[in-house]
């Protein structure tokens, strides 16, 4: 089981990770939530007027955000429309994704057991991690020679977590 997700009795999954995976996998955690930000405090305590809080209304600069919250729309109106009325949910649901893979890391010990719902935000976490990586490392379709690089390549270490997370992520989707 080490290294690779198996279902768990009643439903969820179950990953043996040492502590050298354990810290890696944090790190590349908290950067994301350090890129994603903090997000915005609620203007009301009402629900309701929290729907219509407004969002950003244009796409992020940074590349790797960008493809995290992409454009809805080819029409730069209807996007910015669309923008406006959801990045921050997004934002927030990316934000309880990771915090959700954090804190199972720092309360699990070698085997971490997972609830179905745990499963999914590790799901959705996994997956924003591995677009930022790919995205800064600016992996294509076509891209083999990422792959082959020497082991003295500064990239190297990028591309090895970028393969490890797709790795868990295709056994996480499996056991799901």
Same mark, same amino acid.
């Given at each position: 089981?080490?290294?690779?997700?198996?279902? +768990? *009795?009643? &439903?969820? !999954?179950?990953?043996?990770?040492? #502590?050298?995976?354990?810290?890696?996998?944090?790190? %590349? !955690?908290?950067?994301?939530?350090?890129?994603? &930000? *903090? &997000?915005? /405090?609620?203007?009301?305590?009402? @629900?309701? +007027?929290?729907?219509?809080?407004? &969002? @950003?209304?244009?796409? @992020? $600069?940074? *590349? !790797?955000? !960008?493809? %995290?919250?992409?454009?809805?729309? /080819?029409? #730069?109106?209807? $996007?910015? /429309?669309? =923008?406006?009325?959801?990045?921050?949910?997004? =934002? #927030?649901?990316?934000?309880?994704?990771?915090?959700?893979?954090? =804190?199972s890391l720092d309360a699990g010990g070698p085997a971490l057991r997972l609830t179905p719902e745990e499963s999914r935000r590790w799901l959705g976490a996994l997956n924003d991690l591995r677009l930022t990586i790919g995205t800064r490392l600016e992996v294509t379709d076509e891209d083999t020679e990422l792959y082959r690089l020497p082991d003295d390549d500064p990239l190297k270490p990028m591309v090895m977590a970028y393969l490890w997370l797709g790795g868990l992520q295709e056994t996480l989707i499996e056991t799901l």
């Amino acid at each position: 089981m080490a290294g690779y997700f198996e279902a +768990a *009795p009643g &439903g969820g !999954a179950v990953i043996v990770l040492d #502590t050298v995976e354990v810290s890696i996998l944090r790190s %590349l !955690a908290v950067q994301l939530l350090e890129m994603i &930000g *903090p &997000g915005k /405090e609620p203007v009301s305590d009402d @629900p309701l +007027a929290a729907l219509f809080t407004d &969002g @950003p209304t244009k796409p @992020p $600069s940074d *590349p !790797a955000l !960008a493809r %995290l919250f992409p454009d809805a729309y /080819e029409d #730069t109106a209807q $996007s910015s /429309e669309f =923008r406006r009325f959801t990045e921050n949910d997004l =934002r #927030t649901r990316k934000r309880e994704d990771v915090l959700a893979l954090v =804190r199972s890391l720092d309360a699990g010990g070698p085997a971490l057991r997972l609830t179905p719902e745990e499963s999914r935000r590790w799901l959705g976490a996994l997956n924003d991690l591995r677009l930022t990586i790919g995205t800064r490392l600016e992996v294509t379709d076509e891209d083999t020679e990422l792959y082959r690089l020497p082991d003295d390549d500064p990239l190297k270490p990028m591309v090895m977590a970028y393969l490890w997370l797709g790795g868990l992520q295709e056994t996480l989707i499996e056991t799901l």
